[in-house]
């Protein structure tokens, strides 16, 4: 069964021209990643996981395929591409707000049975992004050449309910100016079933190829002498007052020749994380794991969680609770955490209704596949006519990954790293059609 019903349809047409049309199925024979297989078209997808707290499967997870609406930039160049065609393109002065356009012709309809993301801009935006944000020097060169951003715009979908053992399979139905509801309902069900008929086809396993590679040569964008020369350089900032604290970071290149989906699936299985992603726009694949949100805005709500202060896990629940006690005894961390902690409240004092800014957790841990960290979360009351990427800018990047203050810690960034971090030090995630991130 389909809904909502082709009536329900036509009344909902009236209140938004962007509509979700779904059906749910049984996947209790299913995984995402088998149902990913399935319908990876090898060109645009991508799939979302999570695991809440570290220790157990979070309800949903996101995948989708095939060609849309993307839109990309670097520096002050952006496209909008629809497949492989591109349909608009130019200088800009800022893409965030060619970003803004881009999205802001949906006027979506909210179905309660629906989970907070049901379509949207799913992608990335890397580190460089920042410099459309605070005013930064700009003298390193790119070294791998990627896109600074880029999201596609996924009309249909997959939600994986890993509660209920069920997937929605989702068409956002665009109802332009004169069209024909019905007509529109009847494609949004013709490409609905074409998702669940690739699900039901038999998943051929490529063959692993294991022993091909048993070693990864990989090449440093430091040597071992400059980096050392430039953690004492930090040290002399911190010393003479500049900063509190800077994230100097590091990349190392090689070749791989395995499937670069069999990385991400090694990946979950051996450091299952809160946030799992693999985003494949052509040439460009992203893959990850991370404990960590950098921002999340659902409504009018804004939460920021920050994470500093790491153990290994024990051995047994002894062992944890000792290792724990030790860690909230540890003033270093305990320092550094609460300055990431302030860090976040006056980010979101940006964009947040004044007096509404709070910590609602404070120095809880959480237990993680390997490590246990120290984690706050602070939120807030989005200001009115703020939107997602509105908070988005007012809390790039993480100070997790640039350090405190911030904007002083990234130009010391760019003075000590050879090359521009690119896509590292970014964000992965999704901007979803009703305002949510």
């Known amino acids: 069964m389909y809904f909502p019903t082709l009536s329900d349809f036509k009344s909902h047409a009236e209140n938004g021209n962007l509509v979700p049309v779904y059906r749910e199925i049984l996947a209790d024979m299913e995984t995402p990643v088998s149902a990913f297989r399935k319908i990876d078209d090898g060109e645009t997808s991508f799939l979302l996981e999570s695991i809440e707290g570290g220790e157990k499967w979070a309800r949903y997870s996101f995948l989708g395929s095939g060609p849309g609406k993307m839109f990309r930039s670097r520096n002050n160049y952006f496209e909008i591409l629809d497949g492989v065609k591109v349909i608009l393109s130019g200088e800009c002065t800022d893409p965030f707000s060619e970003f803004k356009k881009f999205m802001a012709p949906y006027r979506p309809v909210e179905l309660p049975e629906l989970p907070r993301f049901f379509g949207g ?76 008929a690739k699900l039901r086809q038999p998943l051929i396993l490529p063959e692993q190829k294991v022993d091909e590679q048993s070693e990864l040569d990989l090449i440093p964008n430091f040597e071992r002498e400059q980096f050392e020369q430039a953690v004492e350089a930090c040290k002399e900032y911190v010393r003479a007052g500049d900063i509190f604290q800077v994230v100097l970071s590091q990349r190392f290149s090689g070749d791989l020749t395995c499937d670069p989906f069999d990385i991400y699936r090694a990946l979950r299985t051996i450091n299952p994380s809160p946030y799992m992603f693999f985003l494949r726009f052509g040439e460009t694949l992203v893959v990850g794991a991370s404990p960590e949100v950098l921002v999340r805005k659902e409504g009018s709500r804004v939460d920021v969680r920050p994470i500093a202060g790491t153990r290994p896990r024990g051995k047994s629940l002894e062992a944890d609770q000792i290792l724990e006690k030790e860690l909230l ?26 007096g509404t800014v709070e910590v609602s957790e404070l120095k809880v841990i959480e237990r ?61 995630g999704y901007f979803s059609f009703n305002g949510n991130m």
């Open 121 to 196: 801009a799913v992608g990335y935006l890397g580190y460089d992004m920042v410099r459309f944000v605070e005013e930064l020097p700009d003298k390193n060169q790119r070294q791998i050449g990627t896109w600074d951003s880029c999201f596609l715009l996924t009309e249909t979908l997959l939600i994986f309910d890993n509660m209920r053992q069920t997937i929605k399979v989702v068409c956002n139905a665009h109802v332009e100016d004169g069209a024909d509801p019905e007509r529109v309902y009847t494609e949004a069900l013709a490409a609905i079933d074409a998702l669940i």
């Open 329 to 354: 005894a540890d003033e270093k961390e305990l320092a550094e955490h609460i300055m990431l902690v302030d860090l976040g409240r006056n980010d979101l004092g940006r964009v947040c209704k004044s």
């Open 368 to 428: 993680y596949s390997h490590v246990m960290h120290i984690v706050s979360n602070v939120k807030g009351e989005l200001e009115e006519g703020s939107d997602a990427i509105d908070v988005f800018r007012a809390t790039f990047p993480a100070g997790t990954l640039s350090g405190a203050p911030k904007i002083r810690a990234m130009e010391i960034i760019d003075e000590l790293e050879p090359c521009r971090r690119e896509i590292y030090g970014g964000a992965v």
